[in-house]
T-cell receptor, first 112, second 112 residues
Framework: GAGVSQSPSNKVTEKGKDVELRCDPI?????LYWYRQSLGQGLEFLIY????????KSGLPSDRFSAERTGGSVSTLTIQRTQQEDSAVYLC??????????FGQGTRLTVV | GENVEQHPSTLSVQEGDSAVIKCTYS??????FPWYKQELGKRPQLIID?????GEKKDQRIAVTLNKTAKHFSLHITETQPEDSAVYFCAARTTGGFKTIFGAGTRLFVKA
């Protein structure tokens, strides 16, 4: 596709359940980022991929959070045993060589 | 580690006035500085960027300035309009590299 695509766009889940968020970056973009944005707040860095490896995963809030990227393309962010404080918009961005970051539309996660 | 500080966190101006948002960065290897605008409920999108080989860049009512010695860069919006109301993020990155560090964001309110 022409842009960064995230799915689902909205997810409501019960506390304690696992969720999986998906990001399809722009074809050919090497770098992929995950950010979390709570209502009215800034961009909280979670993890960054270069190719399939994650040089920086320092932003993951706890061991309930994990992410992977396969084939240098699609990435999934998994949150296990969701808590109410996990409710936020999760944004993915991809960056190509000498390009700016292109953001997806985000996944709005609500934990009830 | 690398860091980008952004000030102010909130800025309120009267329509027609100018708005200035300032950022400082810590990594002296940074040489690409994009600015993103995020309207309510939407994804961040690039509005202007500057590379380290220039000190200033303008695009209609917006301009960016860069002081590499002081590691400061700023966004200037002149003749502000209500539609400029949004959250603005600065960022710093090394050209050819992929790690992009974002500032915490500035919420701009333009009062009609």
């Amino acid at each position: 596709g022409a842009g960064v695509s995230q799915s689902p766009s909205n997810k409501v889940t019960e506390k304690g359940k696992d969720v999986e968020l998906r990001c399809d970056p722009i074809s050919g973009h090497t770098a992929l980022y995950w950010y979390r944005q709570s209502l009215g707040q800034g961009l909280e860095f979670l993890i960054y991929f270069q190719g399939n490896s994650a040089p920086d995963k320092s932003g993951l809030p706890s061991d309930r959070f994990s992410a992977e990227r396969t084939g240098g393309s699609v990435s999934t962010l998994t949150i296990q045993r969701t808590q109410q404080e996990d409710s936020a918009v999760y944004l993915c961005a991809s960056i190509g060589t000498y390009t700016e970051a292109f953001f997806g539309q985000g996944t709005r996660l609500t934990v009830v | 580690g690398e860091n980008v500080e952004q000030h102010p966190s909130t800025l309120s101006v009267q329509e027609g006035d100018s708005a200035v948002i300032k950022c400082t960065y810590s990594d002296s290897a940074s040489n690409y500085f994009p600015w993103y605008k995020q309207e309510l409920g939407k994804r961040p999108q690039l509005i202007i960027d500057i590379r380290s080989n220039v000190g200033e860049k303008k695009d209609q009512r917006i301009a960016v300035t860069l002081n590499k010695t002081a590691k400061h860069f700023s966004l200037h919006i002149t003749e502000t309009q209500p539609e400029d109301s949004a959250v603005y993020f600065c960022a710093a990155r090394t050209t050819g590299g992929f790690k992009t560090i974002f500032g915490a964001g500035t919420r701009l309110f333009v009062k009609a």
